[in-house]
């Protein structure tokens, strides 16, 4: 393989024309250059240069190795200059999080992908534990969990909180525990754990979720209010799924008498370096959730 100073040497040299003022230019000593370009020619077992005493001029070889060269020699400094760059709104940014958080982030992520067309946005819809793995895996650059990884190469931060709602039909003025029991539960994959965690901070009639007649199941986080919004049951989802609902005239938001939030968390794969584009992704979701 061409040694690359030694080439950048010899091109710098058919350039200038000159040994000493070759040598000033890379800031080297006249024999140094004399040296790089011997090293060359004994490399290719070519004559590159044609001295005529303290003259000289290419040979047919150097003049070929020139040409050659320049691609080589630009190809190079475009390298060193893309691998030294970190623009901040251009390349892919691979980012997941459950569905709730998705609804919220997504839309945003869109629109400052739509102003810095050279950024492109990967995003993915997945529960918290396969959040995790991926982030451990290297598969995401980001993460955001609504529970704190339980992996030590991991990190979460806590960056933002998030109701849990009590979704019924717009029909439902007030949600006492036999409306409940009579109107059913619509299920989702978290919705076991939400249910408990609101319900069972309000109602001392709560036991468990299943103590709901069941009236329908969705793992689809923007068509779990669809039912709900037909008058079929009630539910329990975090605010941003609720916010995103479309037909929001057909259901009715409560706030009980003891908020329940979850702690969502940015999550990064230990001793991962963030990217400038990254960072400004980590900011800007900052200040939408």
Same mark, same amino acid.
């Given at each position: 393989m061409i040694n690359t100073v030694w080439l950048r040497t010899f091109c710098t040299l058919a350039e200038v024309g000159h040994f000493t003022h070759t040598a000033e230019r890379l800031h080297m000593t006249q024999s140094g250059v004399s040296q790089h370009v011997r090293k060359l020619e004994e490399q290719l077992g070519v @004559?590159?240069?044609v001295r005529h005493g303290k003259q000289f001029s290419l040979s047919g070889a150097g003049d070929r190795l020139y040409a050659e060269a320049q691609y080589i020699l630009i190809a190079l400094s475009n390298i060193e200059q893309k691998v030294g @760059?970190?623009?901040p709104f251009e390349g892919s940014v691979r980012i997941m999080s459950p569905g709730s958080v998705g609804l919220k982030l997504y839309p945003h992520l869109l629109e400052l992908q739509s102003k810095h067309p050279k950024l492109v946005i990967d995003y993915r819809f997945a529960p918290n534990p396969d959040v995790e793995? #991926?982030?451990a895996e290297s598969a995401v650059d980001l993460g955001f969990m609504t529970s704190k990884s339980t992996?030590? %190469?991991v990190i979460c931060t806590p960056i933002a909180q998030e109701s849990l709602l009590l979704v019924t039909p717009d029909t439902v003025e007030e949600p006492d525990w036999d409306t409940l029991m009579t109107l059913g539960f619509i299920d989702h994959p978290d919705g076991g754990y939400h249910t408990s965690l609101l319900l069972g901070a309000n109602y001392p009639e709560f036991q468990h979720s299943n103590l709901f007649p069941k009236k329908g199941f969705s793992n689809q986080i923007s068509l779990i209010l669809e039912p709900v919004s037909m008058g079929l049951g009630f539910t329990v989802l975090p605010a941003y799924a609720v916010e995103a609902f479309e037909k929001s005239e057909r259901i009715k938001v409560h706030r009980? #008498? %003891?908020p329940v939030s979850e702690t969502l968390y940015l999550c990064i794969l230990r001793h *991962? @370096?963030?990217? #400038? *584009?990254m960072k400004n992704i980590i900011e800007e979701a900052k200040q939408w959730l």
């Open positions: @004559e590159l240069l @760059e970190d623009p793995s #991926a982030i992996l030590d %190469n009980l #008498a %003891n *991962r @370096e963030l990217q #400038a *584009r």
